[in-house]
Every structure is written in C-alpha cells, then in structure tokens.
C-alpha cells in the first residue's frame, strides 16, 4: 500500500481494487499506516483519499543507517572465515 501511495494520492475504492482482500480489510491496514503516521487522509466530496507521508520512513532510515557498520563487520568476518575455510 505504502508503494501505491508513493506515486500519488488514491481514493480507498482504488486502493482495493490492487489486493486480493475485502475493502474492510484495506481500510483496516490504512488505518493502522494512519495511526502510524505513514498515510494521511482527507475527505474529498463522498470519498477518503489516501497519500504517504513519507517523514516516519526517512527517521527509520537514519536510526537503521547506524547498524549499517554492524553489519558490514559481521559479512566481511563472514566471507573471511567461508574464504579461508574453502582454501583448506
């Protein structure tokens, strides 16, 4: 949902023509990403329309940006220990 809103602001009703479940299931989802703050909505004539917010993704980009050191150690240990292993 987050990758359709990316593009552009969409009416709940097209929203749920892209997933294989029930509109309520979609309005459910839409309203846990609202409650996160990842979707805004506003009412336009008798229709919802969603968009992204995309702020909440770019904070978790910067916290998970720190691990990234964490995890070139552990894939350089990694692919020193399957090198020296494959030599023997």
């Not at 004539?45 to 978790?60: F, I, M, N, S, V």
Request: aromatic share 8%.
């Amino acid at each position: 949902m987050l990758q359709l809103l990316a593009d552009r602001e969409m009416p709940i009703a097209e929203i749920t023509a892209c997933f294989p479940i029930t509109r309520t299931a979609v309005n459910k989802h839409l309203h846990v990403l609202h409650d996160a703050g990842l979707v805004s909505n506003q009412k336009v004539g008798r229709e919802t329309r969603y968009k992204l917010q995309p702020e909440p993704l770019a904070e978790l980009k910067q916290w998970l940006s720190f691990f990234d050191q964490y995890w070139d150690e552990r894939l350089s240990a990694l692919k020193h220990l399957v090198e020296n292993d494959h030599e023997q």
